[in-house]
């Protein structure tokens, strides 16, 4: 329960830290489609197409690098360590997403047939810095990411929403693990945005 009551209060800050900007913003589709209660849908992360690098006003600057060839570059451990990164933050993902989202779709795995498919194709990465989050404060240091996100009908594979992530940046954090995970909470908190706004 307190876990469950620390996620809605950093759910609601989020979203009112947010409100009124474009951070995501629906570039085609309908912006309700995530208000139907009964519908479940899956998440998934798609960092085929990512690059890392310095990000400024929603563009990825020069000598950005794919993530394929920075984790080539940190070796096997570094890999899995990337890896476990991910595993950390989907868990806390999805079920973040359920606490801001209770009202509306929720999240469930690929294995429990959902009704829709949700594609977070990260196109653009800033990991942030550890040392810069702690001598700094707030989003000092903090991951920045761009990207889409793509509603997706599982049996013809039907793009019915796409939203625009313009660019976000959350805290800054140690590792990157918590860094990585406090930028893609905000994009679900923009996301409750524009689903509460949708008409």
Same mark, same amino acid.
């Given at each position: 329960?307190?876990?469950?009551?620390?996620?809605?209060?950093?759910?609601?800050?989020?979203?009112?830290?947010? !409100? +009124?900007?474009?951070?995501?913003?629906?570039? $085609?589709?309908? +912006?309700? #489609?995530?208000? /139907?209660?009964?519908?479940? !849908?899956?998440?998934?992360?798609?960092?085929?197409?990512?690059?890392?690098?310095?990000? $400024?006003?929603?563009?990825?600057?020069?000598?950005? &690098?794919?993530?394929?060839?920075?984790?080539?570059?940190?070796?096997?451990?570094?890999?899995?360590?990337? +890896?476990?990164?991910?595993?950390?933050?989907?868990?806390?993902?999805?079920?973040?997403?359920?606490?801001?989202?209770?009202?509306?779709?929720?999240?469930?795995?690929?294995?429990?047939?959902?009704?829709?498919? #949700?594609?977070?194709?990260?196109?653009?990465? /800033?990991?942030?810095?550890?040392?810069? $989050?702690?001598?700094?404060?707030?989003?000092?240091? +903090?991951?920045?990411?761009?990207? /889409? #996100?793509?509603?997706? !009908?599982?049996?013809?594979?039907?793009?019915?929403?796409?939203? &625009?992530?313009?660019?976000?940046?959350?805290?800054?954090?140690?590792?990157?693990?918590? =860094?990585?995970?406090?930028?893609?909470?905000?994009?679900?908190?923009?996301?409750?945005?524009?689903? =509460?706004?949708?008409?």
């Amino acid at each position: 329960m307190k876990k469950l009551l620390t996620f809605c209060v950093v759910a609601m800050l989020s979203t009112l830290t947010f !409100a +009124g900007q474009k951070s995501v913003e629906v570039t $085609s589709g309908s +912006g309700t #489609i995530l208000k /139907d209660a009964t519908k479940k !849908a899956s998440f998934t992360f798609d960092y085929d197409s990512c690059y890392v690098g310095q990000i $400024s006003k929603g563009t990825l600057k020069d000598g950005a &690098k794919p993530l394929a060839q920075i984790l080539t570059e940190r070796g096997e451990k570094g890999q899995e360590e990337w +890896g476990q990164t991910q595993e950390f933050v989907y868990d806390r993902f999805f079920n973040y997403w359920n606490v801001v989202f209770r009202k509306w779709t929720t999240l469930v795995r690929e294995e429990e047939n959902p009704d829709y498919k #949700i594609i977070f194709h990260v196109r653009g990465l /800033d990991l942030g810095n550890g040392a810069a $989050s702690y001598f700094g404060y707030g989003k000092t240091g +903090g991951v920045s990411v761009i990207g /889409d #996100i793509d509603v997706i !009908a599982p049996t013809t594979g039907e793009k019915l929403t796409t939203y &625009k992530v313009n660019q976000i940046k959350g805290e800054g954090e140690l590792t990157e693990a918590f =860094r990585l995970w406090s930028a893609y909470i905000q994009v679900v908190g923009q996301m409750c945005n524009v689903t =509460r706004k949708a008409k």
